[in-house]
């Protein structure tokens, strides 16, 4: 458990958090849908489902997805929705349709999804690295002991 110690303010009270152990989670991203689960995890790692939740704090868990070349989309996004990326040279942009990427790389299509869900701030940036994502069934987090979350 977190052990958290009371600050008061005039007018507020807050939690200062005394570093813990990192709490494990493991979420299979097998047909689920990607707006439902990308807004559920991004929603766990601020740290939102806590009682003792305060926007500016990190919240100590790691979340770990496997199964993520197996995520769906509704309607026709599958073939609508472009995913873009430049080079940084001119004429560099590069436009890639949902199931082109899917079947190239599909981790990136969850880590695109989560990191818009996130504070664009260095809490953001610090809370992206603390997602795994592995497009197949098997990690190298077993040592972890991760939670298994079952999330609709």
């Not at 977190?2 to 979420?27: A, E, G, V």
Request: glycine content about 6%.
């Amino acid at each position: 458990m977190k052990q958290h110690k009371q600050i008061k303010d005039i007018n507020n009270t807050f939690t200062k958090s005394i570093p813990q152990n990192l709490t494990w989670y493991l979420i299979d991203a097998k047909e689920k849908n990607l707006g439902r689960l990308s807004s559920q995890i991004a929603h766990i790692l601020m740290g939102k489902d806590i009682k003792e939740y305060s926007p500016f704090q990190e919240s100590d868990k790691q979340i770990i997805i496997i199964n993520s070349k197996y995520i769906n989309v509704t309607g026709k996004k599958d073939k609508q929705k472009t995913y873009k990326r430049h080079s940084g040279r001119p004429g560099g942009l590069k436009t890639e349709t949902f199931n082109k990427l899917k079947t190239r790389i599909p981790n990136r299509i969850i880590e695109h999804s989560i990191r818009g869900m996130l504070p664009k701030n260095n809490l953001g940036r610090k809370l992206f690295k603390k997602l795994k994502i592995y497009s197949e069934n098997q990690h190298p987090h077993t040592a972890q002991q991760p939670i298994e979350l079952n999330i609709k």
